[in-house]
């Protein structure tokens, strides 16, 4: 599902995703490779790089 989520922004050119987390759904996004953004909102802002290597490689398998 991960996986998937990247695959359409990356189509539109996106670089960048950001969520606002639930508090204890942030250790499995930090896991994930996800930044803290702004911990101190209800929903913690948490963003993830999405590197050009990755855009490539997707690409390439769709």
């Known amino acids: 599902m991960m ?7 990356l189509k539109m050119g996106v670089r960048r ?7 204890d759904a ?3 996004y930090e896991k994930l490779g996800w930044t ?3 911990a ?3 929903h913690p802002l ?4 999405l590197p ?3 855009t490539l490689r997707l690409h ?3």
């Not at 996986?3 to 922004?9: C, D, N, V």
């Not at 948490?46 to 790089?49: G, L, V």
């Open 17 to 23: 995703l950001k969520v606002h987390s639930a508090p």
């Open 52 to 54: 050009v290597g990755e």
């Open 36 to 38: 803290m953004i702004d």
């Open 3 to 9: 996986a998937r989520s990247k695959t359409r922004p």
């Open 40 to 42: 101190t909102a209800d």
């Open 26 to 28: 942030v250790p499995f």
């Open 46 to 49: 948490m963003m993830k790089e």
């Open 60 to 62: 390439h398998i769709l």
